[in-house]
């Protein structure tokens, strides 16, 4: 059914930067709200940022002015730009979907991808 498959993860110095992508596949019309998690080693996951289907968005602090989240609609894909990469950006990051409105299966809630890795060296 609903999948979210995330890409773009990796090693990079700190200060360099990533882009990370997440498509949302399964006869998808529409998706509400879409985002970025992350979880580093013994610690919650983490809001990162996330993206209405209007354009909202909004940002964990930590990443405001570095971090920047867009969306294609049409693609039911999702984007998180991250620059200046600190080594405490060092984390797997999830996608999330909420709110999906499908052509066979109706509405799905809360849907994650399997998660990325990314890790920044000092």
């Known amino acids: 059914q609903v999948q979210l498959v995330e890409s773009g993860g990796g090693l990079v110095q700190a200060g360099g930067s990533l882009r990370l992508s997440c498509a949302a596949s399964g006869s998808i019309l529409s998706i509400n709200r879409m985002g970025w998690y992350r979880q580093a080693p013994g610690k919650q996951r983490e809001l990162v940022a996330t993206i209405t289907s209007t354009g909202s968005t909004s940002y964990a602090d930590s990443v405001k002015g570095r971090f920047t989240i867009s969306r294609d609609n049409a693609e039911a894909t999702v984007y998180l730009q991250m620059n200046s990469l600190k080594p405490e950006d060092t984390a797997v990051y999830y996608c999330?979907?909420?709110?999906?409105?499908?052509?066979?299966?109706?509405?799905?809630?809360?849907?994650w991808g399997q998660g990325t890795q990314v890790t920044v060296s000092s």
């Open positions: 999330n979907a909420d709110e999906i409105v499908t052509r066979y299966w109706g509405t799905k809630y809360d849907r």
